[in-house]
């Protein structure tokens, strides 16, 4: 599998607002998996933010490993998964983080002003891509 940093084409896409699911592992180990919003950080990590009454942030405190799957908005052929863990779980102060992301894909501040919500950063240990992504 390939390594960071990213091809400047998977990096292209990985900074698009585009459709993306994240997976994280039960007290049992079955993986769930729901959609979500991420964004590209400068430093390949990647910016997640869930509102604190979401299980998974239960799931990622207990194991912190996790796998986001970002699809081509216009190809969903195209796709990269990015396996690896989170780090710095911590609370989302002035809902700054979820604003970042609300922005990057709705074009505007995120509407609820009252959930407390918590940003987590996903490090990218591994990843692989398929269609135009595939190394």
């Known amino acids: 599998m390939p390594e960071l940093p990213f091809p400047d084409d ?3 896409l990985l900074t698009k ?4 699911v994240v ?6 180990g079955q993986p769930i998996s729901v959609a979500t919003w991420y964004l590209l950080e400068d430093d390949d990590r ?6 604190d009454t979401r299980v998974r ?4 405190r207990r194991d912190p490993r996790i796998t986001l799957t970002v699809l081509d908005e216009d190809s969903w052929y195209t796709h990269v998964s990015l396996i690896g863990h989170v780090e710095g779980l911590v609370p989302d102060e002035g809902l700054v983080d979820i604003d970042r992301l609300s922005i990057h894909y709705g074009g505007s501040p ?3 002003r009252t959930s407390p919500r918590t940003s987590a950063w996903l490090r ?7 269609g135009a ?3």
């Not at 997976?23 to 049992?28: A, G, I, K, P, Y």
């Not at 942030?57 to 990622?60: A, D, G, I, M, P």
Request: glycine fraction near 2%; avoid cysteine.
């Open 10 to 12: 998977v990096r292209t």
């Open 17 to 20: 607002p585009n459709p993306a």
């Open 23 to 28: 997976t994280t592992l039960r007290s049992d």
């Open 46 to 51: 990647v910016l997640l933010n869930m509102d």
């Open 57 to 60: 942030l239960k799931h990622l």
């Open 110 to 112: 995120y509407p609820d």
């Open 124 to 130: 990218v240990e591994t990843w692989h891509g398929w």
């Open 133 to 135: 992504a595939k190394q």
